[in-house]
């Protein structure tokens, strides 16, 4: 059941993507930067949490995910250490994900060689 | 010498030069497309044996140029210029496809039109006598112009239904002042036209104001119609574009109905070819020149045709500020030859 609710959630964010894509003029890098702050307008207003709970990977996975950990550091970082946590949590919270998508694209591109889609 | 200026932006050429010889070399989606059989060399690793892709589209300009020179059977020394240009940042795979050969070079940058605008000038260079042999050579590649315009492909970013497909190719043509072949009898040079368009997966439809404003410019200088023409070939609209370009005519009440055709629509099979919008890239009006349509034109299929190639002049640093894709187009009316 869990993988299911994993998947028709993660697959509504992104097939509300391709909509995008398919009819708008906005660009993949636009749709990805609005994906990270409506992750970020959800979790302070407390929705996204509730998604997570339900959808768990199928939330947390996709690009909003990213900014629901990005606000919820910030919360953290500024309960723990007052006006600083503001410019700190955010980073500090999704160390891990930045640092294993940069040695994850460091690896690939040691290993693989682009091709194009001819 | 005669004056041979027409009109505001056109010339004709008293002392017809004359494609004597023509090559192309494609890749593997080229290959696999309609017109797979007129390419001199098809080649279904699109690295070309090269390590980048940059060096891979200089590698096809020297393979369209040797292939070139072998088929007039002359050799580099013989000829006197090469206008060649493509659509890498300096047109790096032009320079360095002629460097240390000793041929003397003038770089061109006309977008995806310099098809068409290397064979203006060399019929230029040819009729006003400055030249015996001069060679109009340009070429793309999908994966080099992706990163120079979009994204590397390593980024893996998603194609949106207007984008067009770069074609990988590279298109050479020999003219000269004597010779059997196709001749180019008349030049309109293209101006800059601007409607607006700002979004760089639509470039078709940024390029059809251009490209109907050359159009009717040469019938207006040089006095003639569609109905003079075999064939009036724009260069890489696709499918939206031509569209556009076809209701521009209307409104003006010329019909180009059944004598418009598209470099980027014939090039590949949109049904099965999942190119979307169709063909785009200098490589895409060269390769269907330098093989379709000067082979029909050759064989007496088409008797005249008016060349039309069309370029999109945006920089990624234009894209980035948000300014809109200003469009440009040169026509080369090309007519059956006395062999």
Same mark, same amino acid.
């Given at each position: 059941m869990d993988y299911i609710k994993a998947f028709v959630v993660g697959g509504i964010f992104c097939l509300i993507g391709q909509i995008l894509i398919d009819k708008t003029k906005l660009t993949p890098a636009r749709i990805l930067v609005s994906y990270v702050m409506i992750g970020v307008i959800l979790s302070a207003s407390g929705i996204y949490s509730r998604i997570a709970e339900f959808a768990g990977a199928g939330a947390s996975v996709p690009l909003t995910g990213f900014g629901n950990t990005l606000a919820k550091g910030v919360k953290e970082a500024v309960q723990k250490d007052g006006f600083i946590g503001i410019f700190t949590g955010g980073l500090t919270a999704t160390?891990?994900?930045?640092?294993?998508?940069?040695?994850?694209?460091?690896?690939?591109?040691v290993l693989f060689k682009a091709k194009d889609k001819s | 010498m005669e004056h041979q200026k027409r009109g505001r932006q056109s010339f004709i050429l008293q002392h017809t030069p004359v494609i004597t010889a023509w090559a192309s070399v494609a890749g593997k989606k080229e290959a696999e497309g309609p017109l797979a059989h007129t390419f001199d060399i098809k080649c279904r690793d699109t690295h070309f044996g090269q390590s980048t892709w940059e060096q891979a589209e200089k590698r096809m300009q020297q393979v369209a140029l040797k292939k070139l020179i072998e088929k007039a059977a002359l050799s580099e020394k013989d000829i006197d210029i090469v206008f060649s240009g493509d659509l890498l940042n300096q047109c790096i795979g032009s320079s360095f496809t002629l460097r240390n050969t000793g041929v003397p070079h003038l770089g061109l940058y006309g977008a995806c039109s310099t098809m068409a605008e290397s064979l203006l000038m060399a019929s230029m260079a040819i009729g006003g006598g400055f030249a015996d042999r001069v060679v109009a050579m340009t070429s793309s590649h999908f994966a080099s112009s992706e990163r120079q315009y979009r994204f590397p492909l390593g980024y893996g970013g998603q194609r949106t239904?207007?984008?067009?497909?770069?074609?990988?190719?590279?298109?050479?043509?020999?003219?000269?002042?004597?010779?059997?072949?196709?001749?180019?009898?008349?030049?309109?040079?293209?101006?800059?036209?601007?409607?607006?368009?700002?979004?760089?997966?639509?470039?078709?439809?940024?390029?059809?104001?251009?490209? @109907?404003?050359?159009?009717?410019?040469?019938?207006?200088?040089?006095?003639?119609?569609?109905?003079?023409?075999?064939?009036?070939?724009?260069?890489?609209?696709?499918?939206?574009?031509?569209?556009?370009?076809?209701?521009?005519?209307?409104?003006?009440?010329?019909?180009?109905?059944?004598?418009?055709?598209?470099?980027?629509?014939?090039?590949?099979?949109?049904?099965?070819?999942?190119?979307?919008?169709?063909?785009?890239?200098?490589?895409?009006?060269?390769?269907?020149?330098?093989? @379709?349509?000067?082979?029909?034109?050759?064989?007496?299929?088409?008797?005249?045709?008016?060349?039309?190639?069309?370029?999109?002049?945006?920089?990624?640093?234009?894209?980035?500020?948000?300014?809109?894709?200003?469009?440009?187009?040169?026509?080369?009316c090309i007519s059956g030859g006395n062999s």
């Open positions: 160390a891990g994900g930045i640092a294993a998508a940069i040695f994850a694209g460091l690896l690939a591109s | 239904p207007t984008s067009q497909w770069t074609v990988t190719g590279s298109g050479a043509a020999l003219v000269q002042n004597r010779g059997n072949g196709p001749m180019i009898t008349a030049c309109t040079v293209g101006t800059v036209t601007d409607l607006g368009i700002k979004d760089a997966n639509n470039m078709g439809c940024a390029m059809a104001p251009a490209a @109907y404003a050359t159009i009717r410019a040469h019938f207006e200088d040089l006095k003639t119609g569609p109905e003079d023409f075999s064939l009036i070939v724009t260069g890489d609209l696709g499918q939206l574009g031509k569209e556009m370009l076809l209701e521009l005519a209307k409104r003006d009440g010329i019909s180009l109905g059944g004598k418009l055709a598209d470099c980027g629509t014939l090039i590949f099979d949109n049904t099965i070819q999942d190119v979307h919008a169709g063909g785009s890239g200098c490589g895409c009006s060269a390769v269907t020149l330098c093989g @379709y349509l000067l082979d029909q034109i050759s064989s007496g299929k088409l008797k005249k045709i008016l060349f039309c190639g069309t370029g999109a002049l945006l920089s990624p640093t234009s894209t980035q500020q948000g300014l809109p894709i200003p469009g440009v187009c040169h026509g080369v």
